[in-house]
Protein backbone atom coordinates (compact mmCIF):
# COMPACT_ATOMS: atom_id res chain seq x y z
CA UNK A 1 0.00 0.00 0.00
CA UNK A 2 2.77 2.14 1.16
CA UNK A 3 5.07 1.54 -1.62
CA UNK A 4 1.83 1.60 -4.29
CA UNK A 5 1.09 5.58 -3.00
CA UNK A 6 4.82 6.61 -3.35
CA UNK A 7 5.03 5.68 -6.72
CA UNK A 8 1.38 6.85 -7.23
CA UNK A 9 2.70 10.27 -6.42
CA UNK A 10 5.75 10.35 -8.42
CA UNK A 11 3.56 9.22 -11.43
CA UNK A 12 0.65 12.38 -10.89
CA UNK A 13 4.04 14.42 -10.68
CA UNK A 14 5.21 12.93 -13.90
CA UNK A 15 1.36 13.77 -15.05
CA UNK A 16 1.25 17.15 -13.95
CA UNK A 17 4.48 17.68 -15.82
CA UNK A 18 3.10 16.83 -18.76
CA UNK A 19 -0.33 18.36 -18.82
CA UNK A 20 0.97 21.43 -17.70
CA UNK A 21 3.41 21.65 -20.67
CA UNK A 22 1.74 20.16 -23.12
CA UNK A 23 -1.99 20.71 -22.60
CA UNK A 24 -2.37 23.56 -20.44
CA UNK A 25 1.03 25.75 -22.26
CA UNK A 26 0.04 24.21 -25.71
CA UNK A 27 3.25 23.23 -28.34
CA UNK A 28 5.12 26.16 -30.26
CA UNK A 29 3.69 25.79 -34.10
CA UNK A 30 5.76 27.80 -36.52
CA UNK A 31 3.31 30.88 -37.88
CA UNK A 32 0.45 29.55 -35.69
CA UNK A 33 -0.88 29.32 -32.63
CA UNK A 34 0.31 26.83 -29.86
CA UNK A 35 -1.66 23.43 -30.21
CA UNK A 36 -3.33 21.66 -27.21
CA UNK A 37 -5.71 18.84 -27.30
CA UNK A 38 -7.83 20.82 -24.74
CA UNK A 39 -7.77 24.04 -26.33
CA UNK A 40 -10.08 25.54 -23.77
CA UNK A 41 -7.84 24.87 -20.96
CA UNK A 42 -4.99 26.25 -22.64
CA UNK A 43 -7.72 29.67 -23.29
CA UNK A 44 -8.26 29.16 -19.37
CA UNK A 45 -4.92 28.84 -18.01
CA UNK A 46 -2.97 31.63 -20.17
CA UNK A 47 -5.81 33.53 -19.01
CA UNK A 48 -4.38 32.99 -15.27
CA UNK A 49 -0.95 33.69 -16.79
CA UNK A 50 -2.13 36.98 -17.55
CA UNK A 51 -4.00 37.60 -14.50
CA UNK A 52 -1.11 36.71 -12.46
CA UNK A 53 1.50 38.89 -14.36
CA UNK A 54 -0.47 42.20 -13.98
CA UNK A 55 -1.35 41.45 -9.89
CA UNK A 56 1.95 39.85 -8.61
CA UNK A 57 0.84 36.39 -8.49
CA UNK A 58 -2.48 37.10 -7.23
CA UNK A 59 -5.41 35.48 -9.11
CA UNK A 60 -9.19 37.05 -7.94
CA UNK A 61 -10.57 34.09 -10.02
CA UNK A 62 -9.78 31.93 -6.76
CA UNK A 63 -11.67 34.06 -4.48
CA UNK A 64 -14.87 33.91 -6.58
CA UNK A 65 -14.68 30.44 -6.67
CA UNK A 66 -16.72 28.27 -9.25
CA UNK A 67 -18.39 31.04 -10.46
CA UNK A 68 -15.17 32.04 -12.05
CA UNK A 69 -14.94 30.26 -15.72
CA UNK A 70 -11.18 29.35 -14.86
CA UNK A 71 -11.74 28.20 -11.35
CA UNK A 72 -14.26 25.97 -12.54
CA UNK A 73 -12.41 24.64 -15.33
CA UNK A 74 -9.56 23.66 -13.02
CA UNK A 75 -11.69 21.34 -11.09
CA UNK A 76 -13.53 20.22 -13.70
CA UNK A 77 -10.23 18.95 -15.21
CA UNK A 78 -8.70 17.96 -12.03
CA UNK A 79 -11.64 15.68 -11.05
CA UNK A 80 -12.27 14.14 -14.99
CA UNK A 81 -8.22 13.21 -14.52
CA UNK A 82 -8.88 11.58 -11.26
CA UNK A 83 -12.15 10.19 -12.47
CA UNK A 84 -10.12 8.42 -15.23
CA UNK A 85 -7.05 7.31 -13.20
CA UNK A 86 -8.30 6.01 -9.94
CA UNK A 87 -10.36 3.11 -11.70
CA UNK A 88 -7.53 2.99 -14.11
CA UNK A 89 -5.06 2.26 -11.12
CA UNK A 90 -7.11 0.27 -8.70
CA UNK A 91 -6.61 -3.38 -9.90
CA UNK A 92 -2.76 -2.27 -9.76
CA UNK A 93 -2.46 -0.91 -6.58
CA UNK A 94 -4.95 0.52 -4.28
CA UNK A 95 -1.95 2.75 -3.09
CA UNK A 96 -1.59 4.22 -6.45
CA UNK A 97 -5.41 5.01 -6.76
CA UNK A 98 -5.54 6.79 -3.55
CA UNK A 99 -2.30 9.12 -4.37
CA UNK A 100 -4.61 10.23 -7.86
CA UNK A 101 -7.28 10.83 -5.22
CA UNK A 102 -4.50 12.59 -3.34
CA UNK A 103 -2.76 14.10 -5.76
CA UNK A 104 -5.97 15.81 -7.45
CA UNK A 105 -6.93 17.61 -4.50
CA UNK A 106 -3.87 18.27 -2.91
CA UNK A 107 -2.78 19.94 -6.61
CA UNK A 108 -6.20 22.05 -6.18
CA UNK A 109 -5.41 23.13 -2.67
CA UNK A 110 -1.41 24.37 -3.63
CA UNK A 111 -1.83 26.22 -6.41
CA UNK A 112 -5.45 27.91 -5.03
CA UNK A 113 -3.26 29.18 -1.85
CA UNK A 114 -0.59 29.80 -3.80
CA UNK A 115 -2.46 32.68 -5.82
CA UNK A 116 -4.50 33.84 -2.80
CA UNK A 117 -1.36 34.10 -0.93
CA UNK A 118 1.87 35.46 -2.91
CA UNK A 119 4.35 35.56 0.42
CA UNK A 120 3.45 31.79 1.37
CA UNK A 121 3.99 30.61 -2.71
CA UNK A 122 7.62 32.19 -2.80
CA UNK A 123 8.59 30.03 0.15
CA UNK A 124 6.64 27.16 0.19
CA UNK A 125 6.89 26.35 -3.68
CA UNK A 126 9.21 28.78 -4.96
CA UNK A 127 9.76 26.83 -8.52
CA UNK A 128 6.07 27.66 -9.36
CA UNK A 129 6.41 31.28 -7.97
CA UNK A 130 9.20 31.10 -10.71
CA UNK A 131 7.08 29.58 -13.69
CA UNK A 132 4.64 32.54 -13.49
CA UNK A 133 7.38 35.55 -12.82
CA UNK A 134 10.09 34.31 -14.18
CA UNK A 135 11.61 35.68 -17.78
CA UNK A 136 10.87 31.71 -19.56
CA UNK A 137 7.63 30.96 -18.71
CA UNK A 138 8.13 28.02 -20.46
CA UNK A 139 9.63 26.01 -17.94
CA UNK A 140 9.32 24.87 -14.31
CA UNK A 141 6.34 23.04 -14.83
CA UNK A 142 5.61 21.08 -11.64
CA UNK A 143 3.32 22.74 -9.09
CA UNK A 144 2.96 20.85 -6.06
CA UNK A 145 6.51 19.65 -5.87
CA UNK A 146 9.93 19.77 -8.24
CA UNK A 147 10.72 16.54 -8.66
CA UNK A 148 10.34 16.02 -12.87
CA UNK A 149 11.73 20.04 -13.43
CA UNK A 150 15.02 18.62 -11.91
CA UNK A 151 14.65 14.65 -13.89
CA UNK A 152 13.41 16.53 -17.27
CA UNK A 153 16.11 19.84 -16.70
CA UNK A 154 13.76 22.30 -16.53
CA UNK A 155 13.80 23.78 -13.02
CA UNK A 156 14.81 27.20 -14.16
CA UNK A 157 16.16 29.41 -11.02
CA UNK A 158 15.37 33.46 -11.23
CA UNK A 159 17.36 34.38 -8.12
CA UNK A 160 18.65 33.43 -4.57
CA UNK A 161 15.17 33.69 -2.78
CA UNK A 162 13.58 31.49 -5.28
CA UNK A 163 15.61 28.20 -5.07
CA UNK A 164 13.87 25.57 -2.72
CA UNK A 165 16.14 24.27 0.12
CA UNK A 166 16.45 21.09 -1.55
CA UNK A 167 14.90 19.24 -5.19
CA UNK A 168 12.61 17.37 -3.39
CA UNK A 169 10.76 20.34 -2.19
CA UNK A 170 10.31 18.99 1.27
CA UNK A 171 12.04 20.40 4.47
CA UNK A 172 14.74 18.84 5.46
CA UNK A 173 17.65 18.65 8.11
CA UNK A 174 20.35 20.93 6.75
CA UNK A 175 23.13 18.14 6.26
CA UNK A 176 20.52 16.46 4.64
CA UNK A 177 19.41 18.87 2.17
CA UNK A 178 22.77 20.12 1.39
CA UNK A 179 23.67 16.14 0.87
CA UNK A 180 20.77 15.86 -1.73
CA UNK A 181 21.36 18.89 -3.42
CA UNK A 182 24.66 18.40 -4.09
CA UNK A 183 24.14 14.86 -5.26
CA UNK A 184 20.97 15.90 -7.41
CA UNK A 185 23.21 18.66 -8.99
CA UNK A 186 26.00 16.10 -10.02
CA UNK A 187 22.79 14.81 -12.54
CA UNK A 188 19.92 16.59 -12.81
CA UNK A 189 21.58 20.49 -12.17
CA UNK A 190 18.74 23.18 -11.92
CA UNK A 191 19.75 26.41 -14.40
CA UNK A 192 19.70 30.09 -13.85
CA UNK A 193 19.03 33.19 -15.24
CA UNK A 194 18.47 36.61 -15.05
CA UNK A 195 14.48 37.72 -14.12
CA UNK A 196 14.17 39.58 -17.10
CA UNK A 197 10.20 39.95 -17.47
CA UNK A 198 8.79 39.48 -20.82
CA UNK A 199 5.39 41.15 -22.77
CA UNK A 200 2.99 38.23 -22.15
CA UNK A 201 1.96 38.63 -25.97
CA UNK A 202 5.27 37.65 -27.10
CA UNK A 203 5.18 34.01 -25.47
CA UNK A 204 2.12 33.32 -27.13
CA UNK A 205 3.66 33.65 -30.47
Not at 40 to 60: A, L
Not at 152 to 169: D, W
Not at 176 to 186: E, F, M, N, P, S
Request: aromatic share 14%.
Amino acid sequence: MIKGFIAGLAVANAFEWFAHKYVLHGTHRTGKPRYSPVPQSMKSHWEHHREVRKTDFNDHGYVEGISNWRTKNEIISLAVVAGVFTPLFYPVSKGMSLAVLYSACNYYYIHRRAHLEPEWAMKKIPWHYDHHMNANQDANWCVTKPWFDYILGTRVVSSANLQEQNPLGIVLPAAAAQALTAAVQKFFPAKYVQQDVPELESVME
